[in-house]
Protein backbone atom coordinates (compact mmCIF):
# COMPACT_ATOMS: atom_id res chain seq x y z
CA UNK A 1 0.00 0.00 0.00
CA UNK A 2 1.32 3.19 -0.57
CA UNK A 3 0.95 6.17 1.59
CA UNK A 4 1.72 9.94 1.47
CA UNK A 5 4.54 11.68 2.66
CA UNK A 6 4.00 11.86 6.35
CA UNK A 7 3.31 8.52 6.49
CA UNK A 8 -0.51 8.84 6.23
CA UNK A 9 -2.57 5.98 4.34
CA UNK A 10 -4.35 7.55 1.53
CA UNK A 11 -7.68 8.52 1.54
CA UNK A 12 -11.12 9.83 -0.04
CA UNK A 13 -13.67 11.55 1.93
CA UNK A 14 -17.18 12.16 0.69
CA UNK A 15 -19.59 15.09 2.10
CA UNK A 16 -22.70 14.91 0.63
CA UNK A 17 -24.37 17.78 2.69
CA UNK A 18 -21.58 19.57 2.01
CA UNK A 19 -22.53 21.69 -1.63
CA UNK A 20 -20.53 23.45 -3.84
CA UNK A 21 -22.97 24.26 -6.26
CA UNK A 22 -25.09 23.00 -9.14
CA UNK A 23 -23.07 22.05 -12.07
CA UNK A 24 -23.94 23.73 -15.03
CA UNK A 25 -24.89 22.12 -18.05
CA UNK A 26 -22.36 24.17 -20.16
CA UNK A 27 -19.09 22.72 -18.60
CA UNK A 28 -19.19 20.17 -21.19
CA UNK A 29 -19.40 23.05 -24.33
CA UNK A 30 -17.43 23.35 -27.50
CA UNK A 31 -16.21 25.37 -29.71
CA UNK A 32 -15.91 25.84 -33.95
CA UNK A 33 -13.09 28.06 -35.76
CA UNK A 34 -12.87 28.86 -39.14
CA UNK A 35 -9.38 26.82 -38.88
CA UNK A 36 -7.80 23.97 -40.49
CA UNK A 37 -10.71 21.73 -41.04
CA UNK A 38 -13.47 22.20 -38.22
CA UNK A 39 -15.75 23.49 -40.03
CA UNK A 40 -15.08 22.32 -43.97
CA UNK A 41 -14.19 18.50 -43.63
CA UNK A 42 -15.35 18.89 -39.79
CA UNK A 43 -18.95 19.55 -39.38
CA UNK A 44 -19.46 20.08 -43.34
CA UNK A 45 -18.20 17.47 -46.06
CA UNK A 46 -14.69 18.35 -47.33
CA UNK A 47 -14.54 19.83 -50.89
CA UNK A 48 -11.47 19.70 -53.31
CA UNK A 49 -10.45 23.28 -52.30
CA UNK A 50 -11.29 22.32 -48.33
CA UNK A 51 -8.23 23.25 -46.30
CA UNK A 52 -4.81 22.86 -47.25
CA UNK A 53 -6.30 23.31 -50.72
CA UNK A 54 -7.72 26.42 -52.52
CA UNK A 55 -9.57 27.33 -55.76
CA UNK A 56 -6.31 28.03 -57.03
CA UNK A 57 -4.54 25.22 -55.93
CA UNK A 58 -7.20 22.35 -55.56
CA UNK A 59 -6.78 19.38 -54.42
CA UNK A 60 -6.12 16.46 -57.43
CA UNK A 61 -9.03 14.94 -58.83
CA UNK A 62 -7.25 11.29 -58.38
CA UNK A 63 -6.78 12.14 -54.64
CA UNK A 64 -9.88 13.54 -53.26
CA UNK A 65 -12.62 11.27 -51.70
CA UNK A 66 -16.15 12.52 -51.44
CA UNK A 67 -18.33 11.83 -48.52
CA UNK A 68 -21.55 9.51 -48.96
CA UNK A 69 -24.69 10.85 -48.99
CA UNK A 70 -25.56 8.68 -46.27
CA UNK A 71 -22.77 10.84 -43.95
CA UNK A 72 -25.16 13.77 -44.68
CA UNK A 73 -28.05 15.41 -43.24
CA UNK A 74 -30.66 16.77 -45.39
CA UNK A 75 -28.93 20.51 -44.55
CA UNK A 76 -25.85 19.09 -45.93
CA UNK A 77 -23.90 18.91 -42.61
CA UNK A 78 -21.76 15.75 -41.15
CA UNK A 79 -24.50 13.19 -39.80
CA UNK A 80 -21.80 11.10 -38.32
CA UNK A 81 -20.46 13.98 -36.25
CA UNK A 82 -23.71 15.87 -35.19
CA UNK A 83 -24.78 11.52 -33.74
CA UNK A 84 -21.25 12.40 -31.84
CA UNK A 85 -21.91 15.72 -30.44
CA UNK A 86 -25.29 15.75 -30.20
CA UNK A 87 -26.46 12.35 -29.32
CA UNK A 88 -22.91 11.02 -27.34
CA UNK A 89 -21.67 13.77 -25.47
CA UNK A 90 -24.92 15.77 -25.50
CA UNK A 91 -22.69 19.29 -26.33
CA UNK A 92 -25.18 21.87 -24.63
CA UNK A 93 -23.38 25.10 -26.27
CA UNK A 94 -20.83 25.71 -28.63
CA UNK A 95 -18.76 29.07 -29.43
CA UNK A 96 -18.13 30.51 -32.53
CA UNK A 97 -16.70 31.77 -34.82
CA UNK A 98 -13.76 32.35 -33.04
CA UNK A 99 -10.97 32.00 -31.91
CA UNK A 100 -8.08 34.35 -32.81
CA UNK A 101 -10.65 34.36 -36.46
CA UNK A 102 -12.91 36.41 -35.04
CA UNK A 103 -10.68 39.83 -34.89
CA UNK A 104 -10.77 40.09 -38.57
CA UNK A 105 -14.44 38.51 -39.52
CA UNK A 106 -17.03 40.46 -40.79
CA UNK A 107 -19.95 38.65 -40.40
CA UNK A 108 -22.02 40.26 -43.49
CA UNK A 109 -19.71 38.66 -45.51
CA UNK A 110 -21.16 35.48 -44.82
CA UNK A 111 -25.01 35.83 -45.18
CA UNK A 112 -27.06 36.63 -48.09
CA UNK A 113 -26.96 34.31 -51.52
CA UNK A 114 -23.40 31.81 -51.10
CA UNK A 115 -22.73 33.35 -55.26
CA UNK A 116 -22.69 36.75 -52.97
CA UNK A 117 -20.08 36.32 -50.65
CA UNK A 118 -17.00 37.63 -50.64
CA UNK A 119 -14.11 35.18 -50.61
CA UNK A 120 -11.23 36.71 -47.77
CA UNK A 121 -7.72 36.59 -47.10
CA UNK A 122 -7.54 34.58 -43.57
CA UNK A 123 -5.77 37.14 -41.42
CA UNK A 124 -5.39 34.50 -38.07
CA UNK A 125 -4.22 30.99 -39.28
CA UNK A 126 -3.38 31.84 -43.30
CA UNK A 127 -5.42 30.74 -46.22
CA UNK A 128 -8.42 32.02 -47.15
CA UNK A 129 -11.91 31.86 -45.79
CA UNK A 130 -14.72 31.23 -48.34
CA UNK A 131 -17.56 32.44 -45.83
CA UNK A 132 -19.77 29.42 -46.95
CA UNK A 133 -20.14 28.98 -42.96
CA UNK A 134 -21.87 32.20 -41.98
CA UNK A 135 -24.35 32.85 -39.46
CA UNK A 136 -27.34 31.65 -40.68
CA UNK A 137 -25.18 28.22 -41.63
CA UNK A 138 -24.66 28.01 -37.94
CA UNK A 139 -27.80 29.05 -36.27
CA UNK A 140 -29.47 26.30 -38.60
CA UNK A 141 -26.48 23.51 -37.55
CA UNK A 142 -27.03 24.18 -33.76
CA UNK A 143 -31.00 23.54 -34.14
CA UNK A 144 -30.06 20.51 -35.57
CA UNK A 145 -27.49 19.43 -33.07
CA UNK A 146 -30.03 20.83 -30.44
CA UNK A 147 -27.01 23.34 -29.16
CA UNK A 148 -27.09 27.06 -27.61
CA UNK A 149 -24.93 29.65 -29.82
CA UNK A 150 -22.28 31.31 -28.35
CA UNK A 151 -20.96 33.91 -30.67
CA UNK A 152 -18.02 36.52 -30.39
CA UNK A 153 -17.57 40.11 -31.49
CA UNK A 154 -14.80 41.31 -33.46
CA UNK A 155 -13.48 44.29 -31.40
CA UNK A 156 -9.68 43.72 -33.65
CA UNK A 157 -10.97 45.18 -36.80
CA UNK A 158 -15.07 45.42 -36.77
CA UNK A 159 -17.01 48.23 -35.23
CA UNK A 160 -19.81 49.08 -32.44
CA UNK A 161 -21.87 49.73 -35.38
CA UNK A 162 -21.21 46.34 -37.22
CA UNK A 163 -21.89 44.65 -34.04
CA UNK A 164 -25.05 46.43 -33.34
CA UNK A 165 -25.91 44.95 -36.67
CA UNK A 166 -25.12 41.25 -35.88
CA UNK A 167 -26.99 41.38 -32.96
CA UNK A 168 -30.30 43.31 -34.33
CA UNK A 169 -29.42 40.61 -37.28
CA UNK A 170 -29.98 37.81 -35.14
CA UNK A 171 -32.45 39.05 -32.43
CA UNK A 172 -34.24 41.70 -33.80
CA UNK A 173 -38.37 41.07 -33.68
CA UNK A 174 -39.33 44.63 -35.57
CA UNK A 175 -39.50 45.77 -38.85
CA UNK A 176 -35.98 46.75 -38.58
CA UNK A 177 -32.93 46.85 -41.64
CA UNK A 178 -31.39 43.88 -40.24
CA UNK A 179 -34.28 42.12 -38.43
CA UNK A 180 -35.98 42.01 -42.34
CA UNK A 181 -32.80 41.39 -43.26
CA UNK A 182 -32.48 37.59 -41.23
CA UNK A 183 -36.04 37.36 -42.88
CA UNK A 184 -35.44 37.22 -46.51
CA UNK A 185 -32.54 34.86 -46.31
CA UNK A 186 -33.72 32.51 -43.81
CA UNK A 187 -37.08 32.54 -45.33
CA UNK A 188 -38.24 32.51 -41.38
CA UNK A 189 -39.67 35.30 -39.12
CA UNK A 190 -38.60 33.91 -35.81
CA UNK A 191 -35.29 35.32 -34.86
CA UNK A 192 -32.02 33.54 -33.99
CA UNK A 193 -32.12 34.52 -30.21
CA UNK A 194 -28.36 34.15 -29.85
CA UNK A 195 -28.75 34.83 -25.99
CA UNK A 196 -24.89 35.00 -25.14
CA UNK A 197 -22.34 37.45 -26.66
CA UNK A 198 -18.58 37.45 -25.94
CA UNK A 199 -16.85 40.52 -26.09
CA UNK A 200 -13.79 39.71 -28.23
CA UNK A 201 -11.04 37.66 -27.82
CA UNK A 202 -7.64 37.69 -26.11
CA UNK A 203 -7.59 41.21 -27.26
CA UNK A 204 -4.70 41.38 -24.86
CA UNK A 205 -2.60 39.14 -27.34
CA UNK A 206 0.35 40.21 -29.23
CA UNK A 207 -0.82 37.83 -32.34
CA UNK A 208 -4.02 39.16 -32.66
CA UNK A 209 -4.98 41.52 -34.95
CA UNK A 210 -6.04 44.82 -33.42
CA UNK A 211 -4.13 44.25 -29.70
CA UNK A 212 -5.43 46.64 -27.47
CA UNK A 213 -3.86 47.50 -23.87
CA UNK A 214 -6.03 46.46 -21.17
CA UNK A 215 -7.17 49.85 -20.13
CA UNK A 216 -7.85 50.35 -23.98
CA UNK A 217 -9.93 47.57 -24.02
CA UNK A 218 -11.72 48.25 -21.41
CA UNK A 219 -13.05 51.82 -22.07
CA UNK A 220 -14.18 50.26 -25.69
CA UNK A 221 -15.99 46.83 -24.19
CA UNK A 222 -17.59 49.56 -21.52
CA UNK A 223 -19.09 51.41 -24.40
CA UNK A 224 -20.36 48.57 -26.31
CA UNK A 225 -21.46 46.66 -23.53
CA UNK A 226 -23.87 49.60 -22.81
CA UNK A 227 -24.83 50.14 -26.35
CA UNK A 228 -25.80 46.08 -26.68
CA UNK A 229 -27.82 45.85 -23.84
CA UNK A 230 -29.87 48.87 -25.62
CA UNK A 231 -30.71 47.31 -28.43
CA UNK A 232 -31.06 43.32 -26.74
CA UNK A 233 -30.98 43.93 -22.56
CA UNK A 234 -31.68 39.84 -22.18
CA UNK A 235 -28.60 39.15 -23.84
CA UNK A 236 -25.99 37.66 -21.57
CA UNK A 237 -22.58 39.55 -22.15
CA UNK A 238 -19.55 38.12 -21.60
CA UNK A 239 -16.16 39.93 -21.12
CA UNK A 240 -12.99 39.21 -22.70
CA UNK A 241 -10.15 37.89 -19.89
CA UNK A 242 -6.33 36.46 -19.75
CA UNK A 243 -5.34 33.84 -17.66
CA UNK A 244 -7.20 35.31 -14.50
CA UNK A 245 -4.20 35.62 -12.75
CA UNK A 246 -3.09 38.63 -14.79
CA UNK A 247 -2.95 42.51 -14.63
CA UNK A 248 -5.01 42.35 -17.46
CA UNK A 249 -8.24 40.35 -16.03
CA UNK A 250 -8.03 42.64 -12.86
CA UNK A 251 -8.02 46.05 -15.02
CA UNK A 252 -10.73 44.73 -17.37
CA UNK A 253 -12.65 43.64 -14.14
CA UNK A 254 -12.56 46.32 -12.49
CA UNK A 255 -13.90 48.34 -15.51
CA UNK A 256 -16.77 46.10 -16.79
CA UNK A 257 -17.74 44.14 -13.74
CA UNK A 258 -20.89 45.86 -13.78
CA UNK A 259 -21.47 45.57 -17.07
CA UNK A 260 -21.18 42.12 -18.28
CA UNK A 261 -22.27 38.66 -16.55
CA UNK A 262 -18.95 36.83 -17.17
CA UNK A 263 -15.32 37.11 -17.44
CA UNK A 264 -13.74 34.57 -19.53
CA UNK A 265 -10.41 32.97 -19.34
CA UNK A 266 -8.29 30.67 -21.18
CA UNK A 267 -5.46 28.31 -20.75
CA UNK A 268 -3.96 25.13 -22.58
CA UNK A 269 -1.85 22.74 -20.86
CA UNK A 270 1.24 20.60 -22.23
CA UNK A 271 1.53 24.46 -23.99
CA UNK A 272 4.69 26.41 -23.74
CA UNK A 273 8.37 26.41 -24.07
CA UNK A 274 10.35 23.89 -22.33
CA UNK A 275 13.19 21.74 -22.94
CA UNK A 276 11.36 18.89 -24.96
CA UNK A 277 14.65 16.47 -24.99
CA UNK A 278 13.36 15.39 -21.67
CA UNK A 279 11.00 13.34 -22.88
CA UNK A 280 10.78 11.71 -19.26
CA UNK A 281 9.47 14.82 -17.56
CA UNK A 282 6.50 15.38 -20.21
CA UNK A 283 3.97 13.35 -18.32
CA UNK A 284 4.14 14.85 -15.58
CA UNK A 285 4.10 18.16 -17.19
CA UNK A 286 0.87 17.25 -19.23
CA UNK A 287 -0.96 15.86 -16.40
CA UNK A 288 -0.21 17.94 -13.22
CA UNK A 289 -1.20 20.93 -15.39
CA UNK A 290 -4.65 21.81 -15.27
CA UNK A 291 -3.77 22.35 -11.56
CA UNK A 292 -2.53 26.09 -12.84
CA UNK A 293 -6.08 26.14 -13.76
CA UNK A 294 -7.48 25.84 -10.96
CA UNK A 295 -5.12 28.06 -9.06
CA UNK A 296 -6.00 31.02 -11.77
CA UNK A 297 -9.83 30.26 -11.06
CA UNK A 298 -8.84 30.69 -7.27
CA UNK A 299 -7.27 34.28 -8.15
CA UNK A 300 -9.79 35.31 -10.73
CA UNK A 301 -12.61 34.52 -8.09
CA UNK A 302 -10.90 37.40 -5.56
CA UNK A 303 -10.70 39.40 -8.80
CA UNK A 304 -14.15 39.43 -9.17
CA UNK A 305 -15.23 39.36 -5.87
CA UNK A 306 -13.04 43.07 -5.50
CA UNK A 307 -14.18 44.79 -8.49
CA UNK A 308 -17.99 44.34 -6.92
CA UNK A 309 -16.97 45.68 -3.71
CA UNK A 310 -15.85 48.30 -5.19
CA UNK A 311 -18.26 49.15 -7.88
CA UNK A 312 -21.61 47.82 -5.36
CA UNK A 313 -21.95 44.89 -7.72
CA UNK A 314 -24.67 42.66 -5.99
CA UNK A 315 -25.32 39.99 -9.02
CA UNK A 316 -22.84 37.14 -9.43
CA UNK A 317 -20.08 37.05 -12.27
CA UNK A 318 -19.51 33.94 -13.27
CA UNK A 319 -16.18 32.73 -15.44
CA UNK A 320 -16.86 31.17 -18.67
CA UNK A 321 -13.44 29.31 -19.14
CA UNK A 322 -14.32 29.53 -23.15
CA UNK A 323 -11.22 27.66 -24.15
CA UNK A 324 -9.15 24.80 -22.84
CA UNK A 325 -7.44 21.63 -23.48
CA UNK A 326 -4.38 19.86 -24.31
CA UNK A 327 -2.36 21.48 -26.74
CA UNK A 328 1.22 20.90 -28.09
CA UNK A 329 1.83 23.97 -30.61
CA UNK A 330 5.08 22.30 -32.08
CA UNK A 331 2.72 19.40 -32.85
CA UNK A 332 -0.78 21.14 -33.45
CA UNK A 333 0.45 23.87 -36.01
CA UNK A 334 -1.56 26.30 -38.43
CA UNK A 335 0.44 24.34 -41.65
CA UNK A 336 -1.02 21.08 -40.26
CA UNK A 337 -4.23 23.12 -38.99
CA UNK A 338 -3.72 22.28 -35.13
CA UNK A 339 -4.25 18.88 -35.99
CA UNK A 340 -2.80 16.75 -32.99
CA UNK A 341 -2.98 13.32 -31.83
CA UNK A 342 -3.30 12.47 -28.42
CA UNK A 343 -2.27 10.03 -26.02
CA UNK A 344 -3.00 8.05 -22.80
CA UNK A 345 -1.36 11.12 -20.88
CA UNK A 346 -3.35 13.46 -22.67
CA UNK A 347 -6.31 11.81 -21.83
CA UNK A 348 -5.79 12.25 -17.80
CA UNK A 349 -4.78 15.66 -18.35
CA UNK A 350 -8.20 16.52 -19.61
CA UNK A 351 -9.95 14.46 -16.59
CA UNK A 352 -8.12 16.65 -14.54
CA UNK A 353 -9.12 19.93 -16.53
CA UNK A 354 -12.85 17.83 -15.51
CA UNK A 355 -12.21 17.35 -12.23
CA UNK A 356 -11.14 21.18 -11.35
CA UNK A 357 -14.21 22.26 -13.23
CA UNK A 358 -16.50 20.20 -11.26
CA UNK A 359 -14.93 21.31 -7.92
CA UNK A 360 -15.13 24.84 -8.78
CA UNK A 361 -18.94 24.37 -9.66
CA UNK A 362 -19.75 27.86 -7.81
CA UNK A 363 -17.67 30.25 -10.29
CA UNK A 364 -17.45 28.19 -13.42
CA UNK A 365 -20.52 28.64 -15.47
CA UNK A 366 -19.10 27.77 -19.02
CA UNK A 367 -16.60 25.73 -20.19
CA UNK A 368 -15.56 25.33 -24.08
CA UNK A 369 -13.63 22.42 -25.26
CA UNK A 370 -11.08 24.17 -27.82
CA UNK A 371 -12.01 22.56 -30.36
CA UNK A 372 -14.89 20.23 -30.99
CA UNK A 373 -13.93 18.69 -34.58
CA UNK A 374 -10.46 18.20 -36.14
CA UNK A 375 -8.73 20.84 -34.44
CA UNK A 376 -6.56 20.08 -31.19
CA UNK A 377 -10.13 18.26 -31.01
CA UNK A 378 -11.35 14.78 -29.11
CA UNK A 379 -12.54 13.90 -32.54
CA UNK A 380 -11.13 13.19 -35.75
CA UNK A 381 -12.84 13.27 -39.23
CA UNK A 382 -12.52 12.11 -42.46
CA UNK A 383 -14.21 11.66 -45.58
CA UNK A 384 -15.90 8.67 -45.05
CA UNK A 385 -15.69 8.18 -40.88
CA UNK A 386 -14.29 9.27 -37.66
CA UNK A 387 -12.52 8.20 -34.72
CA UNK A 388 -12.55 8.98 -31.13
CA UNK A 389 -9.26 10.27 -29.62
CA UNK A 390 -8.30 9.25 -26.20
CA UNK A 391 -9.44 12.83 -24.99
CA UNK A 392 -12.88 12.34 -25.82
CA UNK A 393 -13.63 9.38 -23.38
CA UNK A 394 -13.14 11.52 -19.75
CA UNK A 395 -15.00 14.20 -21.64
CA UNK A 396 -18.10 11.68 -22.28
CA UNK A 397 -17.78 9.94 -18.72
CA UNK A 398 -18.21 13.54 -17.18
CA UNK A 399 -20.85 14.26 -19.33
CA UNK A 400 -23.22 11.40 -18.68
CA UNK A 401 -22.02 11.16 -15.07
CA UNK A 402 -21.05 14.32 -13.42
CA UNK A 403 -23.55 16.44 -15.50
CA UNK A 404 -26.83 17.61 -13.71
CA UNK A 405 -26.23 17.11 -9.95
CA UNK A 406 -24.54 19.30 -7.31
CA UNK A 407 -20.96 18.98 -7.00
CA UNK A 408 -20.18 18.10 -3.70
CA UNK A 409 -16.86 18.92 -0.88
CA UNK A 410 -14.07 16.01 -0.93
CA UNK A 411 -11.04 15.70 1.40
CA UNK A 412 -8.27 13.86 -0.03
CA UNK A 413 -5.26 12.30 1.81
CA UNK A 414 -2.68 11.18 -0.82
CA UNK A 415 1.05 11.40 -2.25
CA UNK A 416 2.24 14.60 -3.90
CA UNK A 417 4.40 14.65 -7.02
CA UNK A 418 7.77 16.41 -6.88
CA UNK A 419 8.67 16.47 -10.45
CA UNK A 420 8.57 19.51 -12.83
CA UNK A 421 5.47 20.95 -13.60
CA UNK A 422 4.40 23.23 -16.50
CA UNK A 423 4.07 25.90 -15.88
CA UNK A 424 6.75 25.29 -13.20
CA UNK A 425 5.62 27.55 -10.33
CA UNK A 426 2.58 25.41 -9.42
CA UNK A 427 4.76 23.54 -7.06
CA UNK A 428 6.18 26.82 -5.96
CA UNK A 429 3.17 28.60 -5.50
CA UNK A 430 0.37 26.96 -5.40
CA UNK A 431 1.58 23.77 -3.92
CA UNK A 432 2.93 20.30 -4.49
CA UNK A 433 -0.04 18.41 -6.86
CA UNK A 434 -1.47 15.23 -5.24
CA UNK A 435 -1.46 12.68 -7.57
CA UNK A 436 -4.89 11.08 -6.42
CA UNK A 437 -7.43 13.92 -7.69
CA UNK A 438 -11.14 13.71 -6.68
CA UNK A 439 -14.35 15.46 -7.83
CA UNK A 440 -17.75 14.42 -6.75
CA UNK A 441 -21.42 15.07 -8.07
CA UNK A 442 -24.83 14.39 -5.42
CA UNK A 443 -27.74 12.85 -7.83
CA UNK A 444 -31.34 13.20 -6.98
CA UNK A 445 -34.37 11.34 -7.58
CA UNK A 446 -32.81 8.59 -6.97
CA UNK A 447 -29.92 9.28 -4.72
CA UNK A 448 -26.60 8.79 -5.83
CA UNK A 449 -23.01 9.96 -6.05
CA UNK A 450 -20.57 9.95 -8.62
CA UNK A 451 -16.79 10.11 -7.60
CA UNK A 452 -13.99 10.71 -10.43
CA UNK A 453 -10.66 9.80 -8.93
CA UNK A 454 -7.40 10.41 -11.47
CA UNK A 455 -4.29 8.62 -10.27
CA UNK A 456 -1.92 10.98 -11.84
CA UNK A 457 1.18 8.75 -10.74
CA UNK A 458 2.91 7.56 -13.82
CA UNK A 459 4.06 4.02 -11.77
CA UNK A 460 2.32 3.97 -8.59
CA UNK A 461 -1.18 2.35 -7.96
CA UNK A 462 -3.02 3.12 -4.75
CA UNK A 463 -4.18 -0.18 -3.06
CA UNK A 464 -7.09 -0.30 -0.99
CA UNK A 465 -8.03 2.87 -0.37
CA UNK A 466 -10.40 3.69 2.04
CA UNK A 467 -13.32 5.75 0.22
CA UNK A 468 -15.98 7.01 2.71
CA UNK A 469 -19.13 8.91 2.39
CA UNK A 470 -20.55 10.41 5.60
CA UNK A 471 -22.91 13.04 7.25
CA UNK A 472 -26.32 12.45 6.23
CA UNK A 473 -26.18 9.05 4.04
CA UNK A 474 -26.62 5.73 4.36
CA UNK A 475 -24.58 3.45 1.82
CA UNK A 476 -25.71 -0.16 1.01
CA UNK A 477 -23.56 -2.70 0.48
CA UNK A 478 -24.50 -4.01 -3.00
CA UNK A 479 -23.18 -2.85 -6.54
CA UNK A 480 -21.09 -0.10 -7.19
CA UNK A 481 -21.28 1.11 -11.55
CA UNK A 482 -17.28 1.41 -12.21
CA UNK A 483 -15.91 3.18 -15.67
CA UNK A 484 -12.70 3.03 -15.77
CA UNK A 485 -9.66 4.40 -18.40
CA UNK A 486 -6.29 2.85 -18.23
CA UNK A 487 -3.74 1.37 -20.53
CA UNK A 488 0.09 -0.55 -19.63
CA UNK A 489 1.41 2.27 -22.38
CA UNK A 490 1.11 6.00 -21.16
CA UNK A 491 1.79 6.57 -25.02
CA UNK A 492 -1.23 4.81 -26.72
CA UNK A 493 -2.74 6.52 -28.85
CA UNK A 494 -6.42 5.46 -30.73
CA UNK A 495 -6.19 5.96 -34.93
CA UNK A 496 -7.75 5.01 -37.90
CA UNK A 497 -6.04 1.77 -37.66
CA UNK A 498 -7.13 1.00 -33.94
CA UNK A 499 -10.02 3.30 -32.86
CA UNK A 500 -10.84 1.57 -29.65
CA UNK A 501 -7.08 1.01 -28.78
CA UNK A 502 -7.95 3.38 -25.33
CA UNK A 503 -11.13 3.16 -24.46
CA UNK A 504 -13.31 2.66 -21.40
CA UNK A 505 -13.87 -0.65 -19.08
CA UNK A 506 -17.10 -0.68 -17.72
CA UNK A 507 -18.44 -2.89 -15.11
CA UNK A 508 -20.79 -3.32 -12.30
CA UNK A 509 -19.01 -4.97 -8.78
CA UNK A 510 -19.71 -5.15 -5.01
CA UNK A 511 -18.86 -2.21 -2.87
CA UNK A 512 -16.12 -2.81 0.03
CA UNK A 513 -15.63 0.85 1.11
CA UNK A 514 -12.25 0.60 -0.07
CA UNK A 515 -10.57 0.81 -3.66
CA UNK A 516 -7.55 0.50 -5.65
CA UNK A 517 -6.42 2.82 -8.00
CA UNK A 518 -4.01 1.64 -10.77
CA UNK A 519 -1.50 3.78 -11.82
CA UNK A 520 -2.18 6.59 -14.35
CA UNK A 521 -5.71 5.53 -14.77
CA UNK A 522 -9.14 7.61 -14.21
CA UNK A 523 -11.75 5.51 -12.24
CA UNK A 524 -15.39 6.93 -12.13
CA UNK A 525 -18.15 5.38 -9.83
CA UNK A 526 -21.73 5.75 -9.56
CA UNK A 527 -23.20 4.69 -6.26
CA UNK A 528 -26.47 4.77 -5.08
CA UNK A 529 -27.30 6.17 -1.50
CA UNK A 530 -29.84 6.50 1.20
CA UNK A 531 -30.52 9.07 3.40
CA UNK A 532 -29.84 8.39 7.38
CA UNK A 533 -29.08 10.07 10.54
CA UNK A 534 -25.70 9.19 11.77
CA UNK A 535 -22.18 9.16 11.53
CA UNK A 536 -19.85 8.38 8.74
CA UNK A 537 -20.14 5.51 6.91
CA UNK A 538 -17.58 3.58 4.36
CA UNK A 539 -18.97 3.39 0.68
Not at 106 to 111: A, P, S
Not at 358 to 365: K, L, M, P, S
Amino acid sequence: MSTNQDGGVPSIDIFPTAHISPVSNFLFSGFLEHLGQCIYGGILPSTPTTFPYAPRNPCPQDQFTPTPEHLLTPEGFRKDVLEVLRDELGTPMVRWPGGNYVSSYHWEDGVGPQEERRRRPELAWGGEESNVFGTDEFIAWCRVAKIEPYIILNMGTGTLREALNWIEYCNGTGDTHYANLRRKHTGRDAPHNVRYWGLGNEVWGDWQVGQQTASAYATKARQWAHAIKLIDPTVVLIGCGETGLTEWDSVVLDELVDKVEMHSIHTYTGFGDRDRTQVEKEYGRSVYGPDAAEYAIEISRGLINKARVAKKVQKPIKLAFDEYGVWDETVGTPENGLRQIYNFTDALAMAGWLNVFIRQADIVDIACIAQSVNVISPLIVGPTGLFRQTIYWPLYLFSKYMRGGTSIRTAVASPTFAGETLPTWISTVKGLSAHLDVSAVLHANPDRVCIAVVNRAEKDAFVAVPVRIGHGFDVDETEVEVHEMWHADVKAVNGWDDPDKVKVASRREKWTGQRTFREHSLTLGDKFIDHFDGHIMNM
